[in-house]
């Protein structure tokens, strides 16, 4: 909201305010220390759910955002994946490296794919971006060298966190490590998404014409925002990668790209916490159903996102805040 | 004076369909020019030529005096063109102020910034809530574009265009859709309109033509077939026929 009033900005408004970033912070860090605490036995699953909730969040930076639709999201996170693993086995063993190494390669796949996607509209950019995801995942196959082929990558052992925390049994460390991962790059996007360069792009998103009537050059902001989505997925297959020790071709899958656009569906598309409320709540839901019914849980799974489809459409968080604000309103009647 | 923007011989056909034959004018700083012409005369064809949305099939199109016939749109709005469409088209999913700050911060060259938040260029902010005020439309700024009237948002759409601080701002029927109680404030906003750009308009309503051209254009199959002030248009013989030619030939197939 960049105007609010017709009044001139106060001159406070001059500073940084870094206020949705400190919430964005806080609110994941206190979520994790729920999770740290009431789910000790679960923080493999939990680090897992981080990861995959940076691919959905990546993935919402094209989709939601830009409005390029893709279903070859994994992609870039595998390409990290293996990019780090490499790495790792080669020598490389400290993490933040890691992630660096992890981010750059998704950042390269990324701005290769989507100089190529970004030229298309529709369905014919929706098929080229499944082509490049199944191109990737068949490397991944083939380069049997670099990737292992169907066996995966193993044996991937980081270096102790800053040279002080070790990865241990009970994923304490790759928890914390992840955690606050998330929740700076998090941050980092709500500020980016705050900024002109966010603002254009919903532009785009909403009229590329009427963007370039106003002077916007459409093509190259569209790649550096695929360039930015692999960096972020990149980073969560990085961090998929250093947290399990494995890399599998599971990580370049079509299930998993699609899975991450019904979770981003889920949440809602367009907002960060959109994102991250689809990735937390499908996974849980997932988690626990498939825990306490094994036979039928991918049809429970099925009737959640249809009851939510029905209900929510514009996604979880969207709902959540429509709620939100019929309950204060009710709430401030006499 | 250079010619702030010029037209030289253009054509445009689509297959076998010529929309636009040798179609030349100019227009310069200060222009308040109106183009009219009967349904299918190829109006909107041309000014989409202006602004790059379609490549004519022979011609030039210039703008201060450098040919920008094969430029992209983006190009063209930077070095100072600005258009409306005969249909609304705005950033739908943003506040009517975001949708004029995009336009300036823009202009400014600010959205190659990615670490400091819109909320915080006061003078950004300030520079469209003025905007909006001379356009009478400040006290919506912070309303999504879809809960504005039609009406309003031609207005926002003018704003975005005065907000590029154009030299050549073309607008196609501004006052298409609008209620014509309302008419009147976009009226009102076009007369406003800084002085020295130069402004094309499409239209079809002759009171406004009247009211805001100092020169019409007269496009009919095609081809210009009249330059001249208002007054000279209403008496002129073939501008009549092109008009009461169509209306009397739709009369006689009904």
Redesign the interface.
Known sequence: MTIASARPAPASRLKVRPAAEARGVLVIIALGLVGYFVFPDDLAFLTRLITIALLVISLDLVTGYCGVATLGQAAMFGVGAYAVGNACLAGLTDPVMLLFVGMAAGAAAGLASGALITRFHGLPQLVLSIALGQLVGALANKLSGWTGGSDGLSGITPSPVLGLFAFDLYSRTAYVFSLVVLALVFALLLRFMRSPFGLLCRGIRDDALRARMIGAAVYPRLVIMYGLSGAVAGIGGALAAITTGVVGLDSVSFERSAEALVMLVLGGTGTLWGALTGALVFQIFEHFVAATNPFHWMSMVGLLLIVIVVFAPRGLAHGAAVLWARLRVRGAAP | MTDRLALHGVFKSFGGLHVNSDVSFALKAGDRVALIGPNGAGKTTLVNII?G?LRPTAGRVLFEGADVTRL???ER??RGL??TFQIS???????A???V???V???RG?????????????D???E??EL??TLGI??L??LPVGQLAYGQQRLLELA?GIA?KPKVLLLDEPAAGVPHEETPKILGAIDRLPPDIAVLMIEHDMDLVFRFARRVLVLAGGRLIFEGTPAEASLDEDVRRAYLGSYADARRTA
């Open positions: 602004s949305d992209p749109i983006a709005s930077r600005a258009r088209r705005l950033f739908a999913s943003l506040t102020g975001e949708n700050s995009l336009a911060m823009q202009r600010l959205t190659r910034r990615v670490l400091s938040a819109t909320a915080d260029m006061a950004v902010h300030t469209c809530i909006l005020e400040a006290d700024a912070a975005i590029l």
